[in-house]
């Protein structure tokens, strides 16, 4: 089993009885990404953010700067989003970018860095930090959290100059999610923060539709690990109420595991196996949860980029599509790609376009509606 600690002191868990603000800066040191291409000096960071409740709680992230910075004043700002990890071990992004360590989102990074932009990968709420987990997995508030209140903290390290820059998010499934989620939470959130639009593929936009969909099959592991993370992340609800005695204990196991060791372990297996009954999903607490999990209920005032593929078995590019018509019947500045390969076709397929549009929505400040988007494409 992974070892859910660091033993790294720096990754420690500080106590918040001084009730700091969003985005505080509360550890940082310097560190190398010899592996990462066009990266420069880099950072790891633990910062105050808030949960979904609103309760102050440490996270953990990495900041990059790039090695060749072609733009005059402060370095442009992407928020990357990274795709789901793991809920626990040594699998946090901002661990293994540093030193030797590589990262499967590395070469996506370094497209971003390439074009001089500083770049923030947020770990996640319960990712990294020892003590806080398991990770918050699927909960859209944290990750809005812990996206833009990294972008806070970005602004206010003093090795940069940065207080002024203008930042942009992007991130593929879960990653995706949380770009999106904080583009919707931002003008609530942190208003002041300039952000100028977002890129998000494969969008997790209805985790209940997805668990039941891959729940019991090859990606049943994520399944579980949805259940762990929204019940970690409503803690003021007894979310695992409908749990044998069997179903703690590995709930207790599969809190500790990387996303590669949840996928093997858990799969082909069904949630009711570790339930009282047999759709778990149908219970009054856990329809609650996933009804409140719903993305495109708020608009994001900034262009959003959508892509993804129509091949995709993981999430289903209907989910996707859904989404894309929740956005422009709110008026959203939208854009939509699809493209004729899988999940993670679509993933390397659809990165240059998404940077694309990232850098064109760093040249003009969004207005607060957008025009009638245009139909979905397909390359």
Same mark, same amino acid.
């Given at each position: 089993m992974t070892d859910p600690t660091t033993l790294d002191d720096f990754y420690r868990s500080p106590t918040l009885d001084?009730?700091?603000?969003?985005?505080e800066i509360l550890r940082r040191r310097a560190v190398a990404t010899p592996r990462l291409r066009g990266a420069n000096c880099a950072?790891?960071?633990?910062y105050a953010t808030r949960t979904g409740?609103?309760?102050?709680?440490p996270a953990s992230g990495i900041v990059i700067t790039p090695e060749n910075a072609e733009l005059a004043g402060p370095s442009p700002i992407l928020l990357y989003?990274?795709?789901?990890?793991?809920?626990g071990g040594r699998c946090a992004p901002s661990q293994l970018l540093a030193g030797?360590?590589?990262?499967?989102e590395a070469g996506f990074i370094a497209i971003a860095l390439e074009r001089g932009w500083t770049v923030a990968a947020p770990d996640g709420l319960g990712l990294g930090m020892t003590g806080l987990g398991p990770h918050h997995f699927l909960a859209g508030s944290a990750a809005a959290h812990a996206v833009l209140d990294l972008a806070r903290a970005v602004r206010a390290l003093p090795e940069l100059d940065a207080a002024q820059a203008p930042?942009?998010?992007w991130g593929y499934a879960d990653g995706g999610r949380a770009a999106i989620w904080a583009a919707e939470q931002q003008p609530q959130y942190a208003p002041e923060l300039d952000l100028r639009g977002v890129a998000a593929g494969a969008v997790v936009a209805d985790p209940? +539709? @997805?668990?039941?969909?891959i729940d019991g099959g090859a990606w049943?592991?994520? +399944? @579980?690990a949805g259940l762990i993370g929204l019940g970690r992340a409503y803690p003021h609800l007894p979310m695992r109420h409908l749990l044998t005695d069997e179903g703690h204990e590995t709930i207790e196991r599969a809190q500790e595991l990387d996303a590669a060791e949840l996928l093997v372990t858990y799969r082909n297996t069904p949630l009711a196996r570790w339930c009282e009954r047999d759709d778990p999903w149908d219970d009054p607490m856990w329809r609650y949860a996933l009804a409140n999990e719903t993305s495109g209920r708020h608009a994001p005032q900034v262009p959003v980029h959508l892509y993804h593929g129509t091949e995709d078995t993981l999430v289903p590019v209907a989910m996707g599509r859904h989404l894309f018509a929740e956005y422009r019947t709110l008026g959203v500045d939208l854009s939509w790609l699809e493209y004729t390969t899988s999940h993670s076709g679509a993933a390397a397929d659809g990165a240059a376009e998404a940077v694309a549009r990232l850098a064109n929505y760093l040249l003009r400040r969004p207005a607060a509606t957008g025009p009638t988007s245009p139909s979905p494409q397909t390359t």
């Open positions: 001084f009730n700091p603000h969003p985005g950072w790891q960071l633990v409740r609103r309760a102050p709680i989003c990274p795709i789901f990890h793991g809920l030797e360590g590589t990262d499967p930042c942009v998010a209940g +539709a @997805l668990i039941g969909e049943a592991g994520l +399944a @579980l």
